[in-house]
Structures are given as structure tokens and as C-alpha cells.
């Protein structure tokens, strides 16, 4: 009876998981819809703001992009690495991590030996693993999911842009999830800064346009506000991978706990039916007994 007493009281246990997680599912499915449609409003802006860039960029001599297109050796290195302040997301964070720590051992081994990368982390997780590293971890920005806007964004985007003017860093990486769609979510790792020529220029059109002030100060308005834009969509992008994740972790999580109970009740019905069984055999041998 005490096996019937253990394989019961998994039953509740597993039966209060699966409700859990089937709320969690809800949860993210409607939060999902709200992240889902912030991003997708925001990528037609982004991708204009892009070629408007590119198509001006393009026009001028060089390509001239100021202080934010200069290419340096590349000696310090800072990767934005975007990830979300909670946990039960299946893969969703530790693919980040793993993203990031591949990028440091293969491509900036040398640097990160001498001290000079840095990660800054986007999303609680990110943070709490890079921590324990004072070499590695540059600080976080975890405050951003509590209110996400361009407005709150934008900032550390600044930070990030006058650090790389004075020199601080000679290129700046961001490392996040991709929103496809509620199973899918792709890592991406995206050069921020510098700005890189897009493979698009040759072919870019030379329309015959009057600009003003002119193209080079247009030019030199619409970085900041693309590079901004470029992170924000990166954050907006991650938020909504996060509830994709979750959504389909959890909707996992319960179809298993389902399938768990339904073993732990043939088993508990088997262990039922046998202690009856015993039971029933104890009975007529004693009543044999009696008769005998």
C-alpha cells in the first residue's frame, strides 16, 4: 500500500506541474501576439531606413559614413548579447550563450586572452552567466524588458556608439534570436559598428534628386538614428523570440505531463488491482484454513 500511497501523491504532484505550465502556455501565447505585432510594424521602418542609407551612401565619394564607418584593427571587441530575464524557454538562452562563447573562442581568442572583450548583457541570463567572469562581463541592461520602447533602448545604443567613436572599441557584435515564428527562432549575429557597405550599393540606383541640407548631412543624421533602430529591432526581435519559445516549452511540458499521468495511473491501477488481488487470496486461504 505504500507504493500505491507513493505513485498517488505523484499523480497530484504532476497533475498541479501540468497546470502550471499549461497557464504559463497561455500566458505566453498572449504575450506573444503583443511582441509579435511590435515587431513586425517595426521591420517595413527598419528596412527603409536601410536602404535610404545604403541608396544615399552610395551617391557619395567613398561612401563616407563618419566616425561610425571607421574600420579598425580590430583589437577590442564588444558583443551585445540578447537574452531574456527569465528562464523555462527551452534552448532559448544557452543558444545565446553558446553563440557568444563560439565567437570569442574562434574568431577573438587572441583578444579575450589580452583582456579586450568585452559582453555586455542584454536579458538576466546573459547577465548571471557572464558575471561570474569580471574579464568578460561589461555590465547589464536587464531594465529594458520592465518598459520596452525605442525611448529606453536608445540610450544604451548611444553608450554604446560614443564608445566606439572614442576609441574604446573597434567593433561592437550583437548576438541575438531571430523571431520566425512560435517554434522558430534563428540566432543571428549582426555586426553593429562599424558600419559595413552594403553588397547592394553597386547596384543601387543614382536618381537625380535635390537634397537639403545636402547628402552628407543626411547621411550623418540617419546613422545614429539606424543604429539605434538596429538594436532596438534586435531587442524587439529577442522579446518576441522569448514568448515563442516559452509558448511551444511549455505547450511541450504539458502534453508530456499529460502522457506521465496517464503511466502513473495504468501503473497505480495495476499495483491497485494487484494489492486486491492479494487481498482476495488472503481471504480464501484463510477461509480454507477455517474449513480445514
Given at each position: 500500500?505504500?507504493?500505491?500511497?507513493?505513485?498517488?501523491?505523484?499523480?497530484?504532484?504532476?497533475?498541479?506541474?501540468?497546470?502550471?505550465?499549461?497557464?504559463?502556455?497561455?500566458?505566453?501565447?498572449?504575450?506573444?501576439?503583443?511582441?509579435?505585432?511590435?515587431?513586425?510594424?517595426l521591420r517595413p521602418y527598419a528596412n527603409k531606413l536601410r536602404d535610404i542609407l545604403e541608396n544615399l551612401s552610395?551617391?557619395?565619394?567613398?561612401?563616407?559614413?563618419?566616425?561610425?564607418?571607421?574600420?579598425?584593427?580590430?583589437?577590442?571587441?564588444?558583443?551585445?548579447a540578447v537574452t531574456s530575464n527569465r528562464g523555462l524557454a527551452g534552448a532559448f538562452n544557452?543558444?545565446?550563450?553558446?553563440?557568444?562563447n563560439k565567437i570569442i573562442h574562434e574568431q577573438y581568442s587572441a583578444q579575450?586572452?589580452?583582456?579586450?572583450?568585452?559582453?555586455?548583457?542584454?536579458?538576466?541570463?546573459a547577465s548571471d552567466f557572464y558575471s561570474k567572469n569580471n574579464t568578460l562581463y561589461y555590465g547589464n541592461h536587464n531594465e529594458v524588458y520592465a518598459d520596452l520602447r525605442f525611448d529606453v533602448v536608445a540610450p544604451i545604443a548611444e553608450k554604446?556608439?560614443?564608445?566606439?567613436?572614442?576609441?574604446?572599441?573597434?567593433?561592437v557584435i550583437v548576438v541575438y534570436n531571430q523571431f520566425k515564428n512560435a517554434a522558430v527562432q534563428i540566432v543571428q549575429v549582426e555586426q553593429m559598428l562599424p558600419l559595413q557597405p552594403s553588397e547592394s550599393n553597386a547596384q543601387a540606383t543614382n536618381n537625380d534628386y535635390i537634397f537639403e541640407p545636402?547628402?552628407?548631412?543626411?547621411?550623418?543624421?540617419?546613422i545614429p538614428k539606424s543604429i539605434k533602430t538596429q538594436l532596438y529591432k534586435a531587442v524587439l526581435d529577442s522579446h518576441?523570440?522569448?514568448?515563442?519559445?516559452?509558448?511551444?516549452?511549455?505547450?511541450?511540458?504539458?502534453d508530456n505531463a499529460g502522457e506521465l499521468?496517464?503511466?502513473?495511473?495504468?501503473?497505480?491501477?495495476?499495483?491497485?488491482?494487484?494489492?486486491?488481488?492479494?487481498?482476495?487470496?488472503e481471504i480464501v486461504a484463510g477461509a480454507e484454513a477455517l474449513n480445514g
Open positions: 500500500m505504500a507504493n500505491l500511497k507513493e505513485v498517488r501523491l505523484r499523480i497530484v504532484s504532476v497533475s498541479s506541474t501540468q497546470q502550471i505550465t499549461k497557464a504559463m502556455k497561455m500566458v505566453s501565447a498572449a504575450k506573444l501576439r503583443r511582441a509579435q505585432n511590435a515587431i513586425t510594424q552610395s551617391t557619395l565619394e567613398g561612401g563616407s559614413g563618419g566616425q561610425f564607418a571607421q574600420v579598425r584593427p580590430v583589437e577590442k571587441v564588444l558583443i551585445v544557452a543558444n545565446i550563450i553558446r553563440q557568444v579575450a586572452n589580452a583582456g579586450n572583450v568585452k559582453v555586455l548583457s542584454i536579458g538576466k541570463k554604446i556608439m560614443n564608445d566606439f567613436a572614442v576609441g574604446q572599441y573597434d567593433k545636402g547628402k552628407q548631412e543626411i547621411i550623418l543624421d540617419l518576441a523570440s522569448e514568448h515563442g519559445a516559452r509558448m511551444t516549452a511549455m505547450s511541450k511540458a504539458t499521468i496517464k503511466e502513473l495511473k495504468l501503473t497505480y491501477n495495476k499495483a491497485r488491482q494487484a494489492a486486491i488481488t492479494n487481498e482476495i487470496l
